[in-house]
């Protein structure tokens, strides 16, 4: 297949353009600073916001996976919220439109979305967790930040651009995703493994905010998945089965990392944390409860189904570092 990666410069991106870089499919990489890449793939200029000569790698090509936007890991301020924003919906907007122009448009455009869309699982105790079919879009819980629901209208906004596109000979899918785990420097489990080995891992605020997760190797496994199957659009959710408490996912992964101890943080201690490391606690304190119905109705197997044995892996591949 080729198969064109807007914004697949960054963590997740690196995932994916490799493993599809490996099993021999032409790989080409929109970015606004593009650079030498891995064998098999290819990098291409483009804006995030305007059409042009970029355009034409779409025409032709089998699918499109559109993973552009603002890195979130960073303090929520007015100015970083807008960017986030305008990143994400300009990005989806403009790749929607060149589809449009195409005269062998895309068979299939993967959407990067975020499992943030849903409401804060606090604020529904004892309710099931969020799968496509009967999960709650966030928004309107009562005593959430207001920059918490801003996140979410960043995620509606997100995926209304992709709905909105006259595509109508390609097939949407709207990529719910979990934090992604690799052992790559510099993403999610880098920095919480950071903070776990100086003890710093333990429950926070309490700890009993859901995290939702899922290995890289799933996430790639996912997207393949739904390249080929034409039958699945639409939202779909990409997390493991087993979202748990931020305290018990904090105690595995110390655990994985030699039982580490772990001290606890308030919620002020963990927003002058979240200061001094320039991101912010909504990473940290939302609770995230999301399961991926769609995957499992479509009978995916997931290779790391328990954050137990996926921290173990994900320890073990960033030693051999």
């Known amino acids: ?22 099993r021999g499919d032409e790989v080409v990489v929109l970015s606004r600073r593009p650079e030498e890449l891995e064998d098999g793939v290819r990098h291409v200029r483009w804006d995030g916001r305007t059409l042009g000569p970029w355009a034409a790698e779409l025409d032709g090509a089998d699918a499109v996976v559109n993973l552009a936007g603002r890195t979130v890991s960073c303090r929520y301020t007015d100015t970083n919220l807008r960017q986030m924003m305008s990143s994400r919906v300009d990005s989806t907007r403009v ?13 299939v455009w993967l959407q990067m979305s975020t499992a943030t869309i849903y409401a804060d699982a606090r604020s529904r105790p004892g309710e099931p967790a969020h799968d496509e079919a009967t999960g709650v879009i966030g928004g309107e819980e009562p005593d959430v930040p207001l920059y918490w629901e801003y996140s979410v209208r960043i995620a509606r906004r997100w995926e209304d651009a992709q709905a909105a596109a ?11 995703t979990a934090m992604v ?3 790559d420097r510099g993403g999610v489990f880098d920095y919480l493994s950071w903070m776990a080995r100086l003890g710093l891992g333990g ?15 799933d996430f790639v496994r996912a997207v393949e998945l739904l390249l080929e199957r034409d039958d699945l659009d639409g939202p779909v959710n990409l997390a493991a ?18 039982g580490r101890p772990g001290l606890p943080a308030t919620r002020l201690m963990a927003e002058l944390g979240a200061v001094v490391l320039r991101t912010d606690t909504e990473l940290l304190l939302k609770s995230r409860r999301v399961v991926p119905g769609r995957l499992l109705d479509a ?7 328990r954050w137990d044995a996926a921290a173990a892996d994900l320890v073990a591949q960033a030693r051999r570092r």
Request: proline letters at 10%; glycine letters at 14%.
């Open 1 to 22: 297949m080729k198969i064109v990666l807007p914004g697949g410069t960054g963590q997740v991106g690196g995932l994916l353009r490799r493993a599809l870089a490996e």
């Open 241 to 258: 089965p087993e979202p748990l408490p931020q305290r018990e996912f904090m105690r595995s992964l110390r655990r994985a990392w030699g």
């Open 95 to 107: 790749v929607g439109e060149a589809i449009g122009r195409a005269a062998r448009p895309p068979a």
């Open 166 to 176: 006259d595509v109508p000979g390609t097939r949407r899918v709207a990529l719910r």
């Open 299 to 305: 009978g995916f197997e997931f290779a790391h189904p």
């Open 203 to 217: 429950p926070v605020a309490g700890g009993r905010q859901h995290v939702s997760w899922i290995h890289g190797e």
């Open 181 to 183: 785990m690799s052992a």
